[in-house]
């Protein structure tokens, strides 16, 4: 499957952004799908993940109750709905996608677990 993610941006702080990522491939339902970002410097990290019909979620720390995760199968989408913006999420913001038969939040936060990758989408929120 190939990964296209866009919806990045310059936002301030307190602000809100949409991610979109669109999938190229059939069976869109079967992967696990994760949001990632890499601040400059630092390591990439887990952001959010979702399973194959959407109805189970796992968000890092940092993020929970600020962002949100969700899919589209019919459309061969996933978004991630961003707001109240910090400074700190200033980072290049990565879509992956996983063929797995399990879900978990060990299984799905790391970025060794996915197979494919979009090509990143830049998020810069100035305070």
């Known amino acids: 499957v190939q990964l296209q993610a866009c919806g990045g941006g310059l936002v301030q702080a307190g602000g809100f952004l949409r991610l979109s990522c669109a999938a190229f491939?059939?069976?869109?339902?079967?992967?696990?799908m994760g949001w990632f970002r890499q601040a400059a410097g630092k390591e990439r990290e887990f952001v959010a993940s979702i399973n194959w019909s959407g109805d189970s979620t796992y968000y890092a720390d940092s993020v929970k109750g600020r962002f949100t995760i969700s899919r589209d199968n019919a459309k061969n989408t996933v978004h991630l709905q961003m707001s109240s913006l910090k400074s700190e999420d200033t980072a290049i913001y990565y879509c992956a996608a996983d063929r797995r038969t399990t879900y978990s939040r060990s299984g799905s936060s790391a970025p060794k677990g996915y197979e494919y990758w979009g090509q990143g989408t830049l998020v810069t929120v100035s305070s």
């Open positions: 491939g059939r069976t869109f339902s079967s992967y696990v």
